[in-house]
Nanobody, 118 residues
Framework: VQLQASGGGLVQPGGSLRLSCAAS????????MAWYRQAPGKQRELVAT???????TYADSVKGRFTISRDNAKNTVYLQMNSLKPEDTAVYYC?????????????WGQGTQVTVSS
């Protein structure tokens, strides 16, 4: 199983970006898909989660600005980021808990850089 993230880049404060992350490989079921981020010198933090069949959750710092969504047919999770702030600058990682036929495991994407700067 692999997670492939895309969509990062440089954006001005107040701008928007949409991240995508597609899971591929031997996927029987997905329990949850999520986005984390890690800014320079800081620990990785949870940004948003999208459990299968349940409501999304968000970090307080992104509530009202970010929206997580999933396309279950494509095993893909998205993160729509609006009203971006310089403090949103980080490497964003997608994460998923997947059953690949024998056990549930946690997988990570490669990370995509988001830079918010004027």
């Amino acid at each position: 199983v692999q997670l492939q993230a895309s969509g990062g880049g440089l954006v001005q404060p107040g701008g928007s970006l949409r991240l995508s992350c597609a899971a591929s490989g031997s996927i029987f079921s997905i329990r949850v898909m999520a986005w984390y981020r890690q800014a320079p010198g800081k620990q990785r933090e949870l940004v948003a989660t999208m459990p299968t069949g349940d409501h999304p959750t968000y970090a307080d710092s992104v509530k009202g600005r970010f929206t997580i969504s999933r396309d279950n047919a494509k095993n893909t999770v998205y993160l729509q980021m609006n009203s971006l702030k310089p403090e949103d600058t980080a490497v964003y990682y997608c994460n998923a808990v997947i059953f690949e036929g024998t056990m549930w495991s946690t997988y990570w994407g490669q990370g995509t850089q988001v830079t918010v700067s004027s």
